[in-house]
T-cell receptor, first 110, second 114 residues
Framework: SQTIHQWPATLVQPVGSPLSLECTVE??????LYWYRQAAGRGLQLLFY??????ISSEVPQNLSASRPQDRQFILSSKKLLLSDSGFYLC?????????FGSGTRLTVV | DAKTTQPPSMDCAEGRAANLPCNHS???????VYWYRQIHSQGPQYIIH???NNETNEMASLIITEDRKSSTLILPHATLRDTAVYYC???????????????FGKGTRLSVIA
């Protein structure tokens, strides 16, 4: 069966520090992968999606970037975090009729 | 993808059926109705989807009107653990849409009350 792993679960980082969040999928090949963010009390915002290795689409301009170095690995990064980058980050992969989300990373930038 | 309209919040007594409405008057013929829910501090969870026929699974039932302009998600016996934000999304299936990402609206915050 397919599983999606996301880590870490929580993260506290100072402003200006770098960020790397990793997401991996097991049990499927060539998945479409997504990064979403949910700020406190807000809705889910799509950040990036990828349909294959090295293929990244960005939905909104921001302080973040994404990479897909391997088929089932999706990484979210930042060179210098801002306070506004705080939020709940979710990775997801899509199958024929739906999406499966990871357990999320709660990032607090201080 | 067609736009959906949902009430911002609803309450339901524990053990009773929760009926969550969704309007999608601009739905196209090849667009499905999807329902997800997000329990606090968790990622969204797929519940059910349908095209035009009513659907039922172990989690819920989906009733789609004949003109497909609205639908209702039914949780037959709501429990406290069903308290969550429920999202109604209309989009084509992945095979047709290619890779169009899922876009979430504000959803309905369902509170199940003991």
């Amino acid at each position: 069966s397919q599983t999606i792993h996301q880590w870490p679960a929580t993260l506290v980082q100072p402003v200006g520090s770098p960020l790397s969040l990793e997401c991996t999928v097991e049990g499927t090949s060539n998945p479409n992968l997504y990064w979403y963010r949910q700020a406190a009390g807000r809705g889910l915002q799509l950040l990036f999606y990828s349909v294959g290795i090295g293929q990244i689409s960005s939905e909104v301009p921001q302080n973040l970037s994404a990479s897909r170095p391997q088929d089932r690995q999706f990484i979210l990064s930042s060179k210098k975090l801002l306070l506004s980058d705080s939020g709940f980050y979710l990775c997801a992969w899509s199958w024929d009729y739906g999406y499966t989300f990871g357990s999320g990373t709660r990032l607090t930038v201080v | 993808d067609a736009k959906t309209t949902q009430p911002p919040s609803m309450d339901c007594a524990e053990g009773r059926a929760a009926n969550l409405p969704c309007n999608h008057s601009t739905i196209s013929g090849n667009e499905y109705v999807y329902w997800y829910r997000q329990i606090h501090s968790q990622g969204p969870q797929y519940i059910i989807h349908g095209l035009k026929n009513n659907e039922t699974n172990e989690m819920a039932s989906l009733i789609i009107t004949e003109d497909r302009k609205s639908s209702t998600l039914i949780l037959p016996h709501a429990t406290l653990r069903d308290t969550a934000v429920y999202y109604c999304i209309v989009r084509v299936a992945r095979g047709v849409s290619g890779n169009t990402p899922l876009v979430f609206g504000k959803g309905t915050r369902l509170s199940v009350i003991a």
